[in-house]
């Protein structure tokens, strides 16, 4: 089987999109009977072999995001899906490339599997809610509508968490799969944990450690997040780092230049260096509400790290009762209240507690699993007719 996955990443920052598809490079490299070609947006065009993988990079236009480029020549990738003859597509990308896809299928049957990573409309109405309530809602119904043409022409939708139909049943997408995404259980360990992580930072041991990793962009509330660290006991009991790039790093940036108890990290490139993060921080806040699945929190909850989240988000999918807290969207003073319950709690058991559900719910080769099964259920009646 062949699989072919269009997708939108920077390749010098990190996303959940990137992780995705490095996580399934892995996997491939490890089961002959897949092939593998990853075409995806880039400075300058290119192909590489990326294990058993093939990465084909098409030159792309500049986009509001560091690093993230758009893929506009539409014939050139449907010219390249059609020259590699996949059995399924997957789409990674909820902007332009889905175009190039539905045109490379026109005349031969594949499967093109749309995969809805990121609530688009509701973070489009977050980036313009100081403009009104009138025009916040209709570039989310204008987003909803561009959304909608895409994932209905898809054979399928995959939606990382269960939240998301409501949303895609307003676009009139019904035919839906619900799959998460992953983690990786060996790299994000509570073993991971490093003294000298903490002393480089200049935080004692008896200090407590709110970590953030992901997108520095307003859809991620980051504010909600310092307003509710504000609230905070002060004098040092509990120290806020941050770790990412993006739109609003600057500003973060600035926040702990000015704030004595914030340290920013800026972007971590290296897996080893992020797990290290995690494990040796103490809980992980994700203040943002539209988040369709949370790569950042598996990521922590795997490291040994209780969540503090928001309700009916992709993060609450990842909390349990022994794992963490689900507050309300946009509240700082329920999101303070959460954190001081679990920085309470045992970190002897949570850690366990927090890698065990992680690694036995979400670790990618149970993921990928689930997606191949999809895929050969997919090819099923093509093959069915061939045979008859």
């Known amino acids: 089987m062949k699989v072919c996955d269009l997708a939108l990443f920077s390749e010098s920052t990190s996303s959940g999109v990137r992780t995705y598809i490095e996580s399934k ?8 009977y897949l092939d593998h070609v990853v075409i995806v947006p880039g400075a300058k065009a290119s192909i ?23 893929g ?32 490379a299928t026109r005349r031969r049957r594949t499967p093109v599997i749309g995969v809805y990573h990121t609530d688009v409309p509701a973070c489009l109405r ?5 403009t009104g309530s009138l025009v916040a809602s209709a570039v989310e119904r204008l987003a909803e509508f561009y959304e909608g043409l895409i994932y209905r022409r898809c054979t399928v939708t995959v939606l990382l968490n269960a939240a998301m139909a ?10 839906t799969r619900l799959l998460p995404c ?29 970590f953030y990793a992901g997108r520095l962009s307003p859809e991620k509330e980051l504010d909600v997040l310092f307003a509710a660290f504000e609230r905070l006991p002060g004098g040092g009991q509990y120290v806020l780092v941050l770790a990412g790039d993006g739109p609003q790093a600057a500003s973060v940036a600035r926040y702990a230049d000015t704030h004595p108890w914030v340290r920013y990290l800026g972007h971590l490139s290296s897996r080893d260096e992020l797990a290290t993060a995690y494990a040796s921080a103490d809980l992980f806040v994700a203040p943002g509400r539209y988040e369709t699945f949370g790569m950042s929190t598996a ?8 969540i503090v989240g928001i309700e009916d988000s992709g993060t609450a999918a990842l909390i349990t009762p022994q794992t963490g807290i689900a507050t309300r969207a946009g509240d700082a003073a329920s ?26 719910q979400f670790a990618w080769d149970r993921v990928f699993d689930r997606y191949v099964a999809m895929y050969h259920e997919l090819l099923a009646p093509a093959a069915a007719e061939r045979s008859a």
């Not at 072999?49 to 995001?65: A, D, F, L, N, T």
């Open 25 to 32: 490079i892995d996997y491939v490299r490890h089961r002959p």
């Open 48 to 70: 590489r072999m990326h294990g058993r993988s093939k990465v084909i990079v098409v030159r792309g236009v500049r986009s509001p995001y560091p690093g993230v480029r758009l």
């Open 72 to 103: 506009l020549n539409l014939f050139e990738v449907a010219a390249l899906i059609k020259g590699e003859r996949p059995d399924v597509i997957e789409v990674n990308c909820q902007y332009t490339l889905a175009w190039a896809a539905f045109l």
């Open 126 to 130: 977050h980036w313009v809610r100081r």
């Open 166 to 175: 409501n949303r895609v049943a307003r676009m009139g997408v019904h035919r």
């Open 182 to 210: 992953g983690v990786d259980p060996d790299t994000f360990h509570p073993n991971r944990r490093s003294a000298a992580f903490r002393d480089d930072l200049g935080i004692a041991p008896n200090q407590t450690i709110l």
């Open 299 to 306: 990521e922590a909850l795997c490291s040994g790290l209780p």
């Open 335 to 360: 999101m303070a209240d959460a954190i001081s319950a679990v920085a309470s709690w045992r970190p002897d058991t949570t850690r366990d507690a927090c890698h065990r559900f992680a690694s036995a």
